[in-house]
């Protein structure tokens, strides 16, 4: 398959199909045996690569036999293909529940407006923290920032042999109302009594399950539902229209274990690093700050289990917040703190005194090496070099983890690299150089490394 964009690729060629029509005035398509056979959806709505000897364009059909107004292309034959969002990066073992399934997602605001205050931060976390309670999944780190978010989210399959009644009603009450959850309490009751009474079978209760389970346990419907939720009230209380979000949202599959811990300290860094605040637990719309001073309702409690997760997860650890106290929280800390720290460089002033200038933004130098000083030094990898930036790698290297886990997953999705790929782990270089080594990508990103 032809690369056309990063989030486009060529699905079908169907051929010298297409003749001009009219003086060149518009392209019809006159094969009648092409169709369902080559565009699974007809040639129905949806976007096209035109080419015609050395020319191409991108262009849309509105519907089926539609015409493309390219009046002023003037040609013979031309080629048609049809183009399909390039297929999301998803775990090839998304459904075993002994290897942790992790993804940082990353979306931003159309427009890179900075319109995400305090009030709409918090509705954010509530939205978040809702849709977490009645998808399965679970944030394990986050950060809300005025015009993007960070969310680090486990997606656990489902549990085997799926939800019992009780169960399912549980995580409904998550987001929908009491209603419309005892509406469904009500048809299963119905259906549970005629199983037992022979009238009916399992299948009927089966049905009623999966009118919401389908939307569980499922990256794409967990950050659609978020989003979509959230846009409606965006717009509602702002008195606009349209879409809120930059495209679709991003994410990069991220291995348990060091990745997972360096990406956690990431985006909990990120306001340090937007100079908003010099300490990552002054920040409350993040994990750290949620879990060190609590959200708007709760003790945090959430934040610290999914941070256990985050920390612990190739060790076997649950998201437990109980963990957290003493040793799990001080080295979270040990390692925001290093790899948090203000970078500073000599430089001669205009009076020929040499000075520091900061360079990039950070807790200060002293305050934290105070502070490391009191903790204990049992850190394990020091990627100080990574965190402190804000590294393209963590939004858009696809699969971040050790070398043989970006190669693991190359090959069980070999079908997105053309012959001459060999393998999939390429070190990490630019501002993210002191990871090399230590993690991996699946993604050569040779041009702007630092975002």
């Not at 849309?60 to 015409?67: E, K, Q, R, Y």
């Not at 879409?243 to 306001?271: C, H, Q």
């Amino acid at each position: 398959m032809e690369v056309l964009h990063e989030d486009l690729e060529v699905n079908r060629i169907v051929g010298s199909s297409i003749l001009a029509t009219g003086e060149g005035r518009g392209l019809r398509l006159v094969d009648g045996q092409l169709g369902e056979r080559n565009h699974p959806a007809g040639w129905g709505r949806g976007r096209y690569l035109l080419t015609a000897g050395l020319f191409s364009v991108i262009f849309s059909l509105s519907g089926l036999g539609a015409t493309a107004a390219l009046a002023w292309m003037n040609i013979q034959t031309i080629e048609l293909q049809y183009i399909m969002r390039r297929a999301r990066w998803l775990a090839p073992w998304k459904d075993n529940a002994e290897q942790p399934s992790i993804y940082h997602c990353v979306t931003r605001v159309v427009g890179r407006d900075f319109v995400f205050g305090p009030e709409e931060k918090e509705k954010f976390r509530t939205f978040m923290r809702m849709y977490e309670n009645f998808s399965g999944c679970r944030v394990l780190s986050y950060c809300l920032m005025s015009n993007h978010v960070h969310i680090l989210l486990e997606v656990p399959p489902m549990p085997e042999g799926g939800l019992t009644d009780a169960g399912l009603l549980k995580r409904l009450r998550a987001i929908y109302s009491e209603l419309e959850t005892r509406e469904v309490e009500k048809q299963l009751a119905r259906v549970r009594k005629a199983i037992v009474e022979g009238r009916a079978d399992e299948s009927l209760a089966r049905e009623i399950h999966e009118r919401f389970t389908y939307r569980m346990h499922d990256l794409g419907n967990y950050m659609k539902n978020l989003l979509g939720r959230y846009t409606q009230w965006f717009n509602n209380s702002h008195q606009r229209t349209g879409t809120l979000w930059e495209g679709r949202f991003k994410s990069v599959l991220v291995e348990d274990g060091v990745a997972a811990r360096t990406m956690a300290a990431y985006i909990d860094l990120n306001p340090v690093r937007a100079g908003m605040v010099e300490d990552p637990a002054l920040y409350r719309w993040s994990s750290y700050g949620e879990a060190m001073g609590g959200g708007a309702k709760g003790n945090g409690a959430k934040a610290r289990a999914g941070l256990v997760r985050a920390l612990g997860a190739h060790k076997g650890w649950a998201a437990d917040g109980r963990h957290w106290p003493g040793r799990v929280s001080r080295e979270y800390r040990m390692l925001l703190l290093d790899e948090g720290m203000e970078r500073t460089k000599e430089v001669v002033d205009e009076q020929g005194r040499r000075v520091g200038k900061v360079v990039r933004k950070g807790m200060k130098r002293e305050v934290t090496e105070r502070e490391l000083e009191e903790l204990e030094r049992s850190r394990d990898v020091a990627l100080a070099k990574v965190v402190r930036y804000r590294v393209r790698y963590f939004s858009d290297g696809a699969v971040l983890g050790s070398r043989d886990f970006v190669n693991g997953v190359f090959e069980a999705c070999r079908w997105r690299f053309g012959p001459r790929r060999k393998n999939g782990a390429r070190p990490m270089g630019g501002a993210a150089s002191g990871a090399k080594g230590v993690l991996w990508s699946a993604r050569d990103l040779r041009v702007g490394v630092e975002g």
